[in-house]
């Protein structure tokens, strides 16, 4: 299995009350990430994200550049930035897919990437920008294969 953890692209603050949604800026970051995602012929076949309205947006960009359809977009609450780490690692193992791109938030994607066995020298670079994609794989073990931001495809 091929796990992608996204962040959310850049996002405004928003008003009281309201949804924070993406900014232009972190729709064109998004739009560059994904294009270089599907370059790289990734053959994700899900898309699970948060509630959150700036997730599913970036879910939906990244849908549209890779080809996969709605039904394969996922809103999963374990997503949340306080989701619960156990609840999600079980729910990933126990996965059918095989290439699965997963959009959240920090701290999240950092405590998730820890509880998969980053060792702490690689936790210690590892940082998840927005619209920045982290790759993994699972064999025996789970195996950090690279980072992805848009400042490095600029």
Not at 95 to 108: D, F, I, R
Not at 117 to 140: C, I, Q
Request: glycine share 6%.
């Amino acid at each position: 299995m091929k796990l992608y953890l996204a962040r959310h692209g850049q996002a405004a603050a928003p008003e009281p009350g309201a949804s924070s949604v993406l900014t232009e800026q972190g729709k064109s970051d998004l739009t560059l990430v994904g294009r270089e995602l599907a370059s790289r012929n990734l053959n994700i076949e899900q898309i699970w994200h948060s509630p959150k309205t700036r997730t599913r947006q970036t879910a939906q960009i990244y849908a549209e550049i890779l080809g996969i359809k709605s039904l394969n977009l996922i809103e999963k609450k374990v997503l949340s930035i306080d989701g619960d780490i156990d609840l999600l690692h079980h729910e990933i193992n126990e996965s059918y897919v095989q290439n699965l791109l997963v959009v959240s938030h920090e701290p999240l994607l950092y405590d998730l990437s820890s509880y998969l066995g980053l060792n702490s020298e690689d936790l210690s670079t590892l940082v998840f920008p927005p619209s920045g994609v982290v790759a993994f794989e699972k064999g025996r073990d789970w195996k950090w294969l690279w980072l992805l931001e848009p400042s490095i495809l600029k």
